[in-house]
């Protein structure tokens, strides 16, 4: 299958709630990194893995974190929602550790209440 | 300062104008230069990568690096409605890459 898939499209959840995101990378693809995205504003990165383990971070809290598994598909989990984290996460895939051609997701719009 | 600066617009133009677009960095590390295109509801999809400095053209796509300058452009020529989306520059070293605030673009019939 090629292309990226994320899932689910939209949801809803309230203050200090938790969610889990998911990604279905493009195969062959080992690296997965995942961005948020606010209204308005371009991608701010969250993290990468690469063959299941994180190899980079950026300026996001601890209650962000991820799983990547061997079958291509990832996850991105957030704890103790906050208003703030209501955004477009977009998953992103690339051919290996350092790569510079991401292919990326429609993204899943989470909105906080 | 942000380390990557794009005017998020928005620009209005009609159809078979030439646009161009514009992003400022201020890592000289930045190695890698990309111009995505996000069209509403959808994620970005790659348009130009461009290594180091120089010029690099695609079809009525032309992408410029000037490191000397920390200056990426995206020139469309004969601009059609179906370019209206939003634009995203996008830059990286190797690690993880940093993104413009995109220029939203809309070209009228």
């Known amino acids: 299958e090629t292309g990226v898939t994320q899932s689910p499209t939209h949801l809803i959840k309230t203050r200090g709630q938790q969610v889990t995101l998911r990604c279905s990378s493009q195969?062959?693809?080992?690296?997965v990194s995942w961005y948020q995205q606010a209204l308005g504003q371009g991608p701010q990165f969250i993290f990468q893995y690469y063959r299941e383990e994180e190899n980079g971070r950026g300026n996001f809290p601890p209650r962000f974190s991820g799983l990547q598994f061997p079958n291509y598909s990832s996850e991105l989990n957030v704890n103790a929602l906050e208003l703030d984290d209501s955004a477009l996460y977009l998953c992103?895939?690339?051919?290996?550790?350092?790569?510079?051609?991401?292919?990326f997701g429609a993204g899943s719009r989470l909105t906080v209440l | 300062q942000k380390e990557v600066e794009q005017d998020p617009g928005p620009l209005s133009v009609p159809e078979g104008a030439i646009v161009s677009l514009n992003c400022t960095y201020s890592?000289?590390?930045?190695?890698?230069f990309m111009w995505y295109r996000q069209y509403s509801r959808k994620g970005p999809e790659l348009l130009m990568y461009?290594?180091?400095?120089g010029n690099k053209e695609d079809g009525r796509f032309t992408a410029q690096v000037d490191k000397s300058s920390k200056y990426i452009s995206l020139f469309i020529r004969d601009s059609q409605p179906s370019d209206s989306a939003t634009y995203l520059c996008a830059m990286t070293w190797g690690g993880d890459m940093r993104f413009g605030a995109g220029t939203r673009l809309t070209v009228k019939p």
């Open positions: 461009t290594y180091s400095s």
């Open positions: 890592n000289s590390a930045f190695q890698y």
């Open positions: 195969s062959g693809h080992n690296t």
């Open positions: 992103a895939s690339g051919e290996d550790s350092g790569a510079n051609v991401l292919t």
